[in-house]
């Protein structure tokens, strides 16, 4: 099982980014997929999850502003990021939980992709 995160970048504050995740190895719309972000000095926190039955749940933090969805045909997971702020800076993780449904906690994930770096600039 592989995840390979792409889009991450500098943006200004306002804008928009979307993330890619390619899954490879299994089939990713059959489990519960989740975007993780984590800040220098910060511990990693949640942002939007998709369970098997694209149910989706987002962090309140970004309610409004990001959208996860998936692309069964691409076995690609997305993140769209639309109004950016500077608090928005961070490395984006892709991650897998191997179950059908999701859960918040980091342990209930076992694949996790490298990350990609969205800047957010003021």
């Known amino acids: 099982v592989q995840l390979v995160e792409s889009g991450g970048g500098p943006v200004q504050a306002g804008g928009s980014l979307r993330l890619s995740c390619v899954a490879s190895?299994?089939?990713?719309?059959?489990?519960?997929m989740a975007w993780f972000r984590q800040a220098p000095g910060k511990e990693r926190e949640g942002v939007a999850t998709?369970?098997?039955?694209?149910?989706?749940v987002y962090a309140d933090s970004v309610k409004g502003r990001f959208t996860i969805s998936q692309d069964n045909a691409k076995n690609t997971l997305y993140l769209r990021m639309d109004s950016l702020k500077f608090e928005d800076t961070a490395m984006y993780y892709c991650?897998?939980?191997?179950?059908?449904?999701?859960?918040?906690?980091?342990?209930?994930?076992?694949?996790w992709g490298q990350g990609t770096q969205v800047t957010v600039s003021s």
């Open positions: 991650a897998s939980s191997g179950h059908r449904y999701c859960d918040s906690s980091l342990g209930y994930y076992v694949y």
């Open positions: 190895g299994y089939i990713s719309h059959s489990y519960c």
């Open positions: 998709i369970d098997s039955v694209y149910s989706t």
